[in-house]
């Protein structure tokens, strides 16, 4: 079993930054992608970014160019540094983790872009 504890989420103006960080538990052995999704009300959980065990990265087409994400193995640790937000980003933002073929995830944090 792997833990997922986020944060880093809460209330910034539109243009505004925020970093989630997210900290999984236990063993790195069997850990792979690592990521974070999000899910505004009504609409499906969705990809923001992932990042794989070597370092590769993928990002939604909506925010590419804003938000970077990247980790440390070492410490089972992915973050999502946010920039340039904008309202249609206001979500709950979850922490995904693959380990052995097995998705865990993250309680979500809120994400909220207003003025």
């Known amino acids: 079993q792997v833990q997922l504890v986020e944060s880093g989420g809460g209330l910034v103006q539109p243009g505004g930054s925020l970093r989630l960080s997210c900290a999984a538990s236990?063993?790195?052995?069997?850990?792979?992608?690592m990521g974070w999704y999000r899910q505004a009300p009504g609409n499906q959980r969705e990809l923001v970014a992932t990042?794989?065990?070597?370092?590769?990265?993928n990002y939604a087409d909506s925010v590419k160019g804003r938000f970077t994400i990247s980790r440390d193995s070492a410490k089972n640790t992915v973050d999502l540094q946010m920039n340039s937000l904008k309202p249609e980003d206001t979500a709950v933002y979850f922490c995904?983790?693959?380990?052995?073929?097995?998705?865990?995830w993250g309680q979500g944090t809120q994400v909220t872009v207003s003025s």
């Open positions: 236990g063993s790195s052995f069997g850990i792979g992608t």
């Open positions: 990042i794989s065990s070597v370092g590769s990265t």
């Open positions: 995904n983790v693959r380990k052995f073929a097995a998705d865990f």
